[in-house]
Protein backbone atom coordinates (compact mmCIF):
# COMPACT_ATOMS: atom_id res chain seq x y z
CA UNK A 1 0.00 0.00 0.00
CA UNK A 2 1.41 3.44 -1.03
CA UNK A 3 2.63 5.21 2.09
CA UNK A 4 3.59 9.26 2.37
CA UNK A 5 7.23 9.30 4.26
CA UNK A 6 8.74 11.82 6.58
CA UNK A 7 12.04 12.65 7.70
CA UNK A 8 12.92 12.65 10.74
CA UNK A 9 11.10 10.94 12.76
CA UNK A 10 12.49 13.13 15.53
CA UNK A 11 14.53 16.07 15.79
CA UNK A 12 15.77 17.83 18.50
CA UNK A 13 16.77 21.53 18.03
CA UNK A 14 17.96 24.78 19.90
CA UNK A 15 15.43 27.72 20.68
CA UNK A 16 15.70 30.31 17.64
CA UNK A 17 17.34 27.81 15.31
CA UNK A 18 15.33 26.68 11.50
CA UNK A 19 14.03 23.26 11.07
CA UNK A 20 13.63 21.82 7.97
CA UNK A 21 10.88 19.20 8.04
CA UNK A 22 10.38 16.72 5.05
CA UNK A 23 7.86 14.65 3.25
CA UNK A 24 7.65 12.27 -0.03
CA UNK A 25 3.64 12.62 -0.55
CA UNK A 26 2.09 9.64 -2.54
CA UNK A 27 3.23 9.68 -6.07
CA UNK A 28 -0.71 10.80 -7.85
CA UNK A 29 -2.12 12.67 -5.21
CA UNK A 30 -2.62 16.12 -6.10
CA UNK A 31 -3.10 17.60 -2.54
CA UNK A 32 -0.66 18.10 0.18
CA UNK A 33 -1.20 19.33 3.80
CA UNK A 34 1.14 20.00 7.16
CA UNK A 35 -1.02 19.41 10.29
CA UNK A 36 0.37 19.40 14.06
CA UNK A 37 -0.59 18.15 17.39
CA UNK A 38 1.07 19.88 20.56
CA UNK A 39 1.01 16.71 23.32
CA UNK A 40 -2.11 16.01 24.73
CA UNK A 41 -4.07 18.48 22.29
CA UNK A 42 -6.00 18.05 19.12
CA UNK A 43 -4.71 17.67 15.58
CA UNK A 44 -4.27 21.05 13.70
CA UNK A 45 -4.38 22.37 10.24
CA UNK A 46 -1.60 24.07 9.25
CA UNK A 47 -1.70 24.45 5.32
CA UNK A 48 -2.86 22.62 2.15
CA UNK A 49 -0.94 22.71 -1.05
CA UNK A 50 -2.04 22.29 -4.26
CA UNK A 51 -0.55 23.13 -8.01
CA UNK A 52 2.43 24.19 -6.64
CA UNK A 53 0.90 27.07 -4.63
CA UNK A 54 -0.44 27.09 -0.81
CA UNK A 55 -4.24 26.90 -1.19
CA UNK A 56 -5.15 27.32 2.53
CA UNK A 57 -3.42 28.21 6.04
CA UNK A 58 -4.57 28.55 9.42
CA UNK A 59 -3.81 31.25 10.98
CA UNK A 60 -1.01 29.39 13.27
CA UNK A 61 0.68 29.20 9.91
CA UNK A 62 2.62 32.73 9.97
CA UNK A 63 5.83 34.16 8.83
CA UNK A 64 7.61 31.86 10.63
CA UNK A 65 6.37 29.16 8.54
CA UNK A 66 6.86 28.13 5.11
CA UNK A 67 6.30 25.08 2.21
CA UNK A 68 7.69 23.88 -0.66
CA UNK A 69 7.93 21.37 -3.24
CA UNK A 70 11.40 21.29 -4.45
CA UNK A 71 11.23 18.82 -7.13
CA UNK A 72 8.54 16.35 -8.36
CA UNK A 73 8.70 14.41 -4.86
CA UNK A 74 9.43 15.94 -1.96
CA UNK A 75 7.15 18.43 0.40
CA UNK A 76 9.21 20.51 3.16
CA UNK A 77 7.62 22.65 5.98
CA UNK A 78 10.56 25.29 7.06
CA UNK A 79 10.11 26.47 10.97
CA UNK A 80 12.41 29.63 11.01
CA UNK A 81 13.50 30.72 14.67
CA UNK A 82 11.89 28.06 16.20
CA UNK A 83 10.20 28.68 19.93
CA UNK A 84 9.77 26.72 22.80
CA UNK A 85 5.81 26.06 21.80
CA UNK A 86 6.66 25.02 17.97
CA UNK A 87 7.39 21.48 19.98
CA UNK A 88 4.85 18.75 18.32
CA UNK A 89 4.28 16.15 16.14
CA UNK A 90 4.07 17.44 12.76
CA UNK A 91 2.17 15.46 10.28
CA UNK A 92 2.19 15.22 6.58
CA UNK A 93 -0.40 14.45 4.39
CA UNK A 94 -1.42 13.77 0.88
CA UNK A 95 -5.16 12.80 -1.35
CA UNK A 96 -6.51 12.96 -4.24
CA UNK A 97 -9.52 14.34 -2.69
CA UNK A 98 -11.46 13.69 0.92
CA UNK A 99 -9.60 10.65 0.88
CA UNK A 100 -6.15 11.62 2.70
CA UNK A 101 -2.90 9.21 3.95
CA UNK A 102 -0.79 10.69 6.80
CA UNK A 103 2.59 10.21 7.21
CA UNK A 104 3.76 8.85 10.38
CA UNK A 105 5.20 11.63 11.25
CA UNK A 106 8.02 14.23 13.13
CA UNK A 107 8.57 14.30 16.53
CA UNK A 108 9.67 18.39 16.90
CA UNK A 109 11.62 18.95 20.10
CA UNK A 110 12.84 22.65 20.97
CA UNK A 111 15.28 23.29 23.59
CA UNK B 1 -18.14 27.18 19.75
CA UNK B 2 -15.77 24.57 18.93
CA UNK B 3 -16.06 23.38 15.30
CA UNK B 4 -15.97 19.81 16.43
CA UNK B 5 -16.42 18.98 19.70
CA UNK B 6 -16.01 15.41 21.46
CA UNK B 7 -16.07 13.94 25.01
CA UNK B 8 -12.78 13.07 26.14
CA UNK B 9 -13.49 10.25 28.44
CA UNK B 10 -11.44 8.08 28.92
CA UNK B 11 -13.86 5.56 28.45
CA UNK B 12 -13.32 2.51 30.64
CA UNK B 13 -14.65 -0.95 29.65
CA UNK B 14 -14.35 -4.56 29.44
CA UNK B 15 -13.63 -6.90 26.39
CA UNK B 16 -16.63 -7.38 24.86
CA UNK B 17 -18.80 -4.23 25.62
CA UNK B 18 -20.56 -1.89 23.42
CA UNK B 19 -19.59 1.63 23.81
CA UNK B 20 -20.77 4.34 21.91
CA UNK B 21 -19.06 8.04 21.44
CA UNK B 22 -20.41 11.03 20.51
CA UNK B 23 -19.31 14.57 18.37
CA UNK B 24 -20.83 17.59 17.67
CA UNK B 25 -20.01 20.22 15.02
CA UNK B 26 -20.67 23.88 14.29
CA UNK B 27 -20.64 24.48 10.73
CA UNK B 28 -24.68 23.09 9.30
CA UNK B 29 -22.87 23.62 5.80
CA UNK B 30 -20.54 20.78 6.37
CA UNK B 31 -20.57 17.65 3.82
CA UNK B 32 -18.26 15.28 4.83
CA UNK B 33 -17.77 13.51 8.19
CA UNK B 34 -15.20 10.40 9.17
CA UNK B 35 -14.14 8.39 12.30
CA UNK B 36 -10.25 8.29 12.26
CA UNK B 37 -8.37 6.59 15.45
CA UNK B 38 -4.89 7.33 16.60
CA UNK B 39 -2.84 5.39 18.74
CA UNK B 40 -0.36 6.41 21.44
CA UNK B 41 1.97 8.65 19.42
CA UNK B 42 1.23 7.54 16.05
CA UNK B 43 -0.70 9.59 13.09
CA UNK B 44 -4.39 9.45 12.74
CA UNK B 45 -5.88 6.55 10.31
CA UNK B 46 -9.09 6.63 9.02
CA UNK B 47 -11.28 4.34 10.38
CA UNK B 48 -14.59 5.15 8.30
CA UNK B 49 -16.27 7.51 6.91
CA UNK B 50 -19.86 8.78 7.60
CA UNK B 51 -22.60 8.77 5.57
CA UNK B 52 -26.48 10.52 6.06
CA UNK B 53 -27.80 6.84 5.62
CA UNK B 54 -25.50 5.54 8.40
CA UNK B 55 -22.96 2.56 7.27
CA UNK B 56 -21.60 -0.08 9.45
CA UNK B 57 -17.99 -2.01 8.93
CA UNK B 58 -18.50 -5.03 10.95
CA UNK B 59 -17.85 -4.30 14.39
CA UNK B 60 -18.56 -0.40 13.77
CA UNK B 61 -21.63 1.56 12.90
CA UNK B 62 -21.59 5.43 12.16
CA UNK B 63 -24.21 7.61 12.41
CA UNK B 64 -24.65 11.11 11.28
CA UNK B 65 -27.72 13.36 12.64
CA UNK B 66 -27.61 16.13 10.21
CA UNK B 67 -30.30 18.22 12.26
CA UNK B 68 -28.76 18.00 15.22
CA UNK B 69 -25.29 18.36 14.11
CA UNK B 70 -24.67 15.34 15.59
CA UNK B 71 -22.06 12.15 14.63
CA UNK B 72 -21.74 8.77 16.82
CA UNK B 73 -19.99 5.93 16.64
CA UNK B 74 -20.72 2.56 18.44
CA UNK B 75 -18.66 -0.05 18.80
CA UNK B 76 -19.72 -3.97 19.43
CA UNK B 77 -17.94 -6.28 21.11
CA UNK B 78 -15.02 -4.31 21.96
CA UNK B 79 -11.46 -5.48 21.67
CA UNK B 80 -8.59 -5.52 23.59
CA UNK B 81 -6.82 -3.54 20.29
CA UNK B 82 -9.85 -1.43 20.13
CA UNK B 83 -8.01 0.89 22.77
CA UNK B 84 -7.11 3.97 21.55
CA UNK B 85 -8.21 7.99 20.89
CA UNK B 86 -11.54 8.03 18.54
CA UNK B 87 -11.34 11.34 16.74
CA UNK B 88 -14.28 12.78 15.07
CA UNK B 89 -13.44 14.56 11.90
CA UNK B 90 -15.39 17.31 9.47
CA UNK B 91 -14.31 17.97 5.98
CA UNK B 92 -13.83 21.82 6.23
CA UNK B 93 -15.35 24.06 3.08
CA UNK B 94 -12.46 24.27 1.34
CA UNK B 95 -9.35 22.53 0.02
CA UNK B 96 -9.95 19.43 1.91
CA UNK B 97 -8.80 20.32 4.93
CA UNK B 98 -9.73 17.83 7.72
CA UNK B 99 -10.90 19.48 11.30
CA UNK B 100 -10.42 17.21 14.25
CA UNK B 101 -11.86 16.79 17.25
CA UNK B 102 -9.85 16.52 20.59
CA UNK B 103 -10.47 12.40 20.25
CA UNK B 104 -11.96 10.49 22.63
CA UNK B 105 -9.68 8.16 24.29
CA UNK B 106 -10.91 4.31 25.24
CA UNK B 107 -9.65 1.75 27.28
CA UNK B 108 -10.60 -1.52 26.69
CA UNK B 109 -9.91 -3.79 29.73
CA UNK B 110 -9.96 -7.83 30.24
Known amino acids: EPEVTQTPSHQVTQMGQEVILRCVPI?????FYWYRQILGQKVEFLVS????????KSEIFDDQFSVERPDGSNFTLKIRSTKLEDSAMYFC?????????FGSGTRLTVV | RKEVEQDPGPFNVPEGATVAFNCTYSNSASQSFFWYRQDCRKEPKLLMSVYSSGNEDGRFTAQLNRASQYISLLIRDSKLSDSATYLCVVLGDSSYKLIFGSGTRLLVRP
Open chain 1, 93 to 101: ASSVDSGYT
Open chain 1, 49 to 56: FYNNEISE
Open chain 1, 27 to 31: SNHLY
